[in-house]
């Protein structure tokens, strides 16, 4: 039965056969837990364009609704807080695996001849990745979002001569509104994943076509991809698997409240692997920033490009490449000094005004935080900030009473029918705090 | 396809991989099942609304009453149109039907010559009390819960006329 059909499929397509010619490629005897990290990367490609499509089966990339339906895709749809926390996280280990990749490439200097065009690629489809985090961060649309863009998009405006002309072609010349959103939701859903698509396609032909690189003087006859290698790379696309769903259910994605351009408390950190170049703009000054945030990264980028062509070396052991190694461990601790610099630097997140603090109760604090801590503020409002989904919740100790307000929180349908509101569970003494705060509030 | 692997080694292997992919899928499957499939919780409208002041109704002549109503859509909670045919009925009550023919949804019209409801997609026909005259519509009006309060008019969630079959 089987064979028959295999037999079947085999005669019209072709696909069986091509299946088995992939497992039964060499590769060389050198390869091992090393060369596993470029088949993880395509294996969180795979995840991002997963996660990313059921995303939008459930988001409005508009402005202020992309937030709503973010929300919505977060407390309402099944599975929604997993799917956003897989393609949040999925971004950040894709970066981290991407750098691995690169790393251990260059320490090897697998993008020697014949390979520079696949390194070149390689180099290109980092860029991409990093688009990719950049245009994907505005998408929430929350505070984080907002702010996070509006630096962005102003360093960009540094650039020499057409600094002021991206900022107009971004629509950012004014804050960041629906033209930059539509951009850069265009650029995250359409064209980046289609450029990512046909040059991870023309990578792994070009890795198919030379075949994986061969450790220096490794002259030992070459084994199958399968089983060792197919098993190496099952493992750790398991083990990094295992750490993403980890974290996408322990940790969760953040969703700060609704972006609000008028706010001075708000704090905007860029995502962690931007962290090291946020420090450096700290310590620069005028001419020395615009060199900072636009001519060094380019020259970096171009220096990456230029790899293959300007190591002249013979070829070596890899633990006698003395200069890749130097290179990659000063980077590193340059990479890693700012980035922790910049992480303990870090003024405290905004929370609320130290003065108010000094006249408030303990118990109202505690039930400030308890308000913050369950998103609250997502849909309702306090003193004009916060979500519009609810209502403001100034004077509601007045228009409830405590007993209400409980029984609201505990079954929000029996007091209110037809709310959207879902229940909450607090401890009787969280519940208690909370409705401290409340009472709290000025009634207008 | 002669290879130094020893067999049962790589029947071991082979497994393993099996699993690994397995369990991956597993987990994704886990997610994007429920995801895709499990409609969201948020039920689609609110209770009462004031539908208005009560029209002024000659008894036996509907009226096409338009209003506002709060509708929850996903994550979209935003004030909609929308319309009732009102009716009183020989009988003194009011009666509220929803405008979609009960056959596939049309906005149907009221007949001032015939005395009838009349759908323009399929032909159907129905009475002043809902009944189905004529057509393919399988079941009466659909009727709008009524409530009078002072001169308001109130009206709740659209009851369908007989348990759905399905």
Not at chain 1, 23 to 48: N, Y
Not at chain 1, 178 to 197: D, E, G, N, Q, S
Not at chain 1, 229 to 237: L, M, S
Not at chain 2, 93 to 116: D, K, M, Q, V
């Amino acid at each position: 039965m089987m064979p028959a059909l295999l037999r079947w499929l085999e005669e019209r397509t072709g696909i069986p056969g091509a299946v088995r010619r992939v497992f039964g490629e060499d590769i060389p005897a050198s390869a091992g837990w090393a060369q596993v990290i470029g088949s993880v990367v395509l294996f969180l490609f795979f995840i991002q364009v997963f996660t990313g499509v059921l995303l939008a089966f459930n988001y409005a990339p508009t402005p202020g609704e992309a937030y709503h339906s973010l929300n919505y895709i977060m407390r309402e749809v099944a599975g929604g807080r997993m799917v956003r926390g897989l393609h949040h996280w999925g971004s950040s280990l894709m970066i981290g695996a991407v750098v691995l990749h690169m790393i251990q490439v260059f320490l090897y200097g697998a993008y020697r001849k014949p390979r520079e065009a696949t390194w070149m690629v390689g180099v290109t489809l980092f860029l991409i990745t990093l688009g990719f985090g950049l245009t994907g961060y505005l998408l929430p649309w929350d505070n984080r979002a907002y702010w996070g863009t509006v630096v962005t998009t102003q360093i960009a405006g540094q650039a020499p001569l057409a600094g002021g002309y991206i900022r107009k072609l971004l629509g950012a010349t004014d804050g960041v509104g629906a033209v930059t959103f539509a951009h850069f939701y265009a650029l995250h859903t359409t064209l980046l994943p289609i450029l990512a698509f046909l040059l991870v396609a023309l990578h792994v032909s070009l890795v198919k076509r030379h075949g994986v690189a061969p450790a220096p003087f490794d002259d030992r006859p070459k084994r199958k991809f399968f089983p060792e290698q197919v098993f190496k790379d099952a493992c750790a696309i398991f083990a990094v698997f295992a750490v993403l769903f980890f974290l996408a259910a322990v940790a969760g994605a953040p969703l700060e409240r609704l972006a609000d351009p008028t706010d001075t408390t708000h704090i905007p950190r860029p995502e962690w692997y931007f962290l090291f170049l946020f420090e450096t703009l700290k310590f620069l000054r005028g001419t020395a920033e615009r060199i900072g945030s636009v001519l060094l990264p380019t020259l970096a980028v171009g220096l990456l490009f230029a790899v293959p062509f300007l190591d002249r070396s013979r070829l070596r052991p890899v633990s006698e490449r003395m200069f890749a190694i130097a290179t990659v461990a000063l980077s590193l601790i340059a990479g890693v000094s700012l980035t922790v610099a910049a992480v303990v630097t870090a003024p405290r997140s905004a929370g609320p005004d130290p003065e108010a603090l000094s006249s408030a109760t303990s118990a109202i604090v505690s039930g400030a935080r308890i308000f913050a801590a369950n998103g609250c503020g997502n849909c309702h409002s306090i003193n004009g900030v916060g979500g519009t989904l609810a209502p403001s919740l100034n004077g509601v100790s007045q228009r409830h009473s405590r007993e209400w307000i409980a029984q609201h929180l505990r079954d929000p349908k029996s007091q209110t029918p037809g709310t959207i509101m879902p229940p909450f569970n607090f401890s009787a003494q969280d519940r208690d705090l909370l409705i401290a705060y409340l009472s709290s509030l000025p009634s207008r | 396809m002669k290879n130094s692997v020893p067999t049962s080694r790589r029947g071991f292997l082979g497994a393993a991989i099996s699993g690994l992919v397995a369990a991956i899928g597993a987990g994704l499957g886990i997610v994007a099942l429920p995801y895709l499939l499990i409609p969201a919780k948020r039920a689609g409208q609110e209770g009462w609304t004031d539908a208005g002041d009560l029209p002024d109704l000659e008894p036996e002549t509907p009226v096409d009453l338009k209003f506002l109503r709060r509708r929850i859509d996903g994550w979209d909670a935003s004030t909609v149109k929308a319309s009732a045919w009102v009716v009183r009925q020989p009988g003194g009550g009011i009666t509220a039907f929803s405008p979609a023919c009960t056959h596939l949804g049309c906005a149907y019209r009221w007949s001032r010559t015939r005395n009838e409801f009349q759908c323009p997609c399929h032909g159907s026909r129905f009475a002043i009390d809902g009944r189905v005259l004529g057509g393919p519509a399988p079941r009466p009006l659909d009727r709008y819960e009524v409530k009078i309060a002072g001169n308001r008019l109130w009206l709740g969630l659209v009851e369908p006329s007989e348990a759905l079959r399905l």
